[in-house]
């Protein structure tokens, strides 16, 4: 049973560009939550998407966005990036509401140089 | 908005040694969790603390919850070098609709041989 999956494990790019960074949730999870972790510190919860819809959002500006497909498979769009948006990307899944646990993918660090 | 602060943010420890590691939170929440990340690694959950009073433990590790008290303990038991790594305590929002986690800032153990 494959667990969360991540893609790309690594990414550098150049502030002002743009990126997509993919996530794949638990087999049989329906819900996706993003994390962005910046060195040395706790991960930040960025939005959760449910049913193809975001359901909630953290304090992070609109060039972050994101979408879910049928499949409930995610993605997470940064627009305009700055040096201060380098940082680990963690993508977490669970089960609805009912579930209380949530499990993380093994990330995607993103360089912006 | 919901607070989760850590202490100590660095504990160095001999092997053998016993310590805890403290979790504070601001608001009512029945759920919290601890994981451990390695460098550059994703988090692993240990613990998921349901209740008040509830007491979890796996080999070295034993988690606790006072939810009356908004404060957990993650207690090490004759530390071995494998067990440095950073530590998160992580609060969720469930009791009033809010699945995002909330994450303390980390506590870094080092066990030194």
């Known amino acids: 049973d494959a667990g969360v999956t991540q893609s790309p494990t690594h990414l550098i790019k150049t502030r002002g560009q743009q990126v997509t960074l993919r996530c794949s949730p638990k087999?049989?999870?329906?819900?996706v939550s993003w994390y962005q972790q910046a060195l040395g510190q706790g991960p930040q919860f960025i939005f959760q998407?449910?049913?193809?819809?975001?359901?909630q959002r953290g304090n992070f500006p609109d060039r972050f966005s994101g979408h879910q497909f049928p499949n409930y498979s995610s993605e997470l769009n940064v627009n305009a990036l700055l040096l201060g948006d380098s940082a680990l990307y963690l993508c977490?899944?669970?089960?609805?509401?009912?579930?209380?646990?949530?499990?993380f993918g093994p990330g995607t660090r993103l360089t912006v140089t | 908005e919901l607070k989760v602060e850590q202490n100590p943010l660095f504990l160095s420890m001999q092997e053998g040694k016993n310590y805890t590691i403290y979790c504070n939170y601001s608001?009512?929440?029945?759920?919290l969790y601890w994981y451990r990340q390695d460098p550059g690694k994703s988090l692993e959950s240990l613990f998921v603390l349901l209740s008040n009073g509830a007491v979890k433990q796996e080999g070295r590790l034993m988690a606790s919850l006072d939810t009356k008290a908004r404060l957990s303990t993650l207690h090490i038991t004759a530390a071995v070098h494998d067990l440095s790594a950073t530590y998160f305590c992580a609060v969720d929002g469930a009791n009033f609709g809010n699945e995002k986690l909330t994450f303390g800032t980390g506590t870094r153990l080092t066990i030194i041989p």
């Open positions: 977490a899944s669970s089960l609805d509401r009912a579930s209380y646990e949530q499990y």
């Open positions: 087999s049989g999870h329906d819900t």
């Open positions: 998407y449910y049913e193809e819809e975001e359901r």
């Open positions: 608001t009512t929440s029945d759920r």
